[in-house]
T-cell receptor, first 115, second 116 residues
Framework: AQKVTQTQTSISVMEKTTVTMDCVYE???????LFWYKQTASGEIVFLIR??????ENATVGHYSLNFQKPKSSIGLIITATQIEDSAVYFC????????????FGGGTRLTVRP | GPKVLQIPSHQIIDMGQMVTLNCDPV?????FYWYKQILGQQMEFLVN????????KSKLFKDQFSVERPDGSYFTLKIQPTALEDSAVYFC??????????????FGEGSKLTVL
């Protein structure tokens, strides 16, 4: 069975700094996908970035990047130059490499960016 | 970007009543999902659905729950009868294909269900 764990329940940072959110996962599959989503104050769930398990290069999208450490089953999210509007709850998730497979989410990390 | 629409955004009902939550997935998507979230906590998988059939369901998908998508219309989650513990926000999601593209799920804005 898949399991995703986010140990940081909340993080507070100053604006324009860099923050890293941790995520570890468990799976029996040799091929899988890892995702980060954020949930805004309104409840909207927004896809941020994805990492394929077979890719060694860390994914980067805008000011989001990933620190993928496959031997440690770890997929950290790095946000550089944080902005006030980055304040949200961030969810790590994974899914098997099967069509229609479900996403399994972690418990989320609440990020507060202070001015 | 692609939008998943959910109706209603909020529903209040008495325990024991039936409720149907409606989801209009992204138009060319083939896989549909329901998730349950209590009080901004973890997103819990309920069920996924493809080609008119349930693919997988979790332990949270009780016998009182059912899903369908008749004739390509709304993808619905029906709870009959409802219980107090069904109070939560229910998120619908859809995806095009699990492999070969992003495999990304697109989520609706949620339907908040309050059971009294």
């Amino acid at each position: 069975a898949q399991k995703v764990t986010q140990t940081q329940t909340s993080i507070s940072v100053m604006e324009k700094t860099t923050v890293t959110m941790d995520c570890v996962y468990e799976t029996q599959d040799s091929s899988y996908f890892l995702f980060w989503y954020k949930q805004t104050a309104s409840g909207e769930i927004v896809f941020l970035i994805r990492q394929d398990s077979y890719k060694k290069e860390n994914a980067t999208v805008g000011h989001y990047s990933l620190n993928f450490q496959k031997p440690k089953s770890s997929i950290g999210l790095i946000i550089t130059a944080t902005q006030i509007e980055d304040s949200a709850v961030y969810f790590c998730a994974m899914r098997e490499d099967n069509a229609g497979a479900k996403l399994t989410f972690g418990g989320g990390t609440r990020l507060t960016v202070r001015p | 970007g692609p939008k998943v629409l959910q109706i209603p955004s909020h529903q209040i009902i008495d325990m024991g009543q039936m409720v149907t939550l409606n989801c209009d997935p992204v138009s060319n998507h083939l896989y549909f999902y329901w998730y349950k979230q209590i009080l901004g906590q973890q997103m819990e998988f309920l069920v996924n659905f493809y080609n008119g059939k349930v693919m997988e369901k979790s332990k949270l998908f009780k016998d009182q729950f059912s899903v369908e998508r008749p004739d390509g219309s709304y993808f619905t989650l029906k709870i009959q009868p409802t219980a107090l513990e069904d109070s939560a926000v229910y998120f619908c999601a859809s995806s095009l294909v699990g492999l070969a593209n992003t495999g990304q799920l697109y989520f609706g804005e949620g339907s908040k269900l309050t059971v009294l």
